[in-house]
């Protein structure tokens, strides 16, 4: 089982360049999330979906937007990337509310 | 607002020491609450849950409605346990997962 696979792993952008963080997932979760890790600050929540064609906001939403075209990716953009997007990016997926969250690998993300 | 704090950013210990990561949440609600670990090189991982009240890798975590917390306890430390851990809420109705700022726990031999 594949499980929870983010696209690419590593990234550099310039300032003001967008790109697509990709997020699938096999398990036909109904719950994705993305989460930004910076040191000190730990995971926090950029925006989520409860399943196909939803999307919500999370804690740090501005900057970046969201699609769940189909239910098993979730994909995380930025429009017009900025050096404080630098970050580890860290796309999860579960059942239900009451379930385990199965992590991916993280995307590192620079921004110079 | 929902928030889950994990006040030491570091805690050390010798191996075979007890250890006790603290995490407290405000939340008003019936919580569901995590542990997630996160060892060197691999994806953060459930550890344990609240609900099934079980001990993973001799971790226990007990639920203190009371005091708002969900201290994760385990009486010897093992070198193997060093890891970040991080404390997570979901809070029932909202669908998020909200996790605290993480615990680097380091065990010495």
């Known amino acids: 089982n594949a499980g929870v696979t983010q696209t690419p792993k590593f990234r550099v952008l310039k300032t003001g360049q967008s790109m697509t963080l990709l997020c699938a997932q096999d398990m036909n979760h109904e719950y994705m999330y993305w989460y930004r890790q910076d040191p000190g600050m730990g995971l926090r929540l950029i925006h989520y979906s409860v399943g196909e064609g939803t999307t919500a906001k999370g804690e740090v939403p501005d900057g970046y937007n969201v699609s769940r075209l189909k239910k098993q990716n979730f994909l995380l953009g930025l429009e017009s990337a900025a050096p404080s997007q630098t970050s580890v990016y860290f796309c999860?997926?579960?059942?239900?509310?009451?379930?385990?969250?199965?992590f991916g690998q993280g995307t590192r993300l620079t921004v110079v | 607002a929902q928030r889950v704090t994990q006040p030491e950013k570091l805690l050390s210990v010798f191996k075979g020491a007890p250890v006790e990561l603290k995490c407290n949440y405000s939340?008003?609600?019936?919580?569901?609450l995590f542990w997630y670990v996160q060892y060197s090189r691999q994806r953060l991982q459930l550890l344990l849950r609240?609900?099934s009240r079980e001990s993973i890798k001799g971790f226990t975590a007990d639920l203190n409605k009371g005091e708002t917390s969900f201290h994760l306890k385990k009486p010897f430390a093992q070198e193997e346990d060093s890891a970040m851990y991080y404390c997570a809420l979901s809070p029932w109705g909202t669908d998020k997962l909200i996790f605290g700022t993480g615990t680097r726990l380091q065990v010495f031999p």
């Open positions: 999860a997926s579960r059942m239900n509310m009451n379930t385990e969250a199965f």
């Open positions: 609240h609900i």
């Open positions: 939340y008003s609600g019936s919580p569901e």
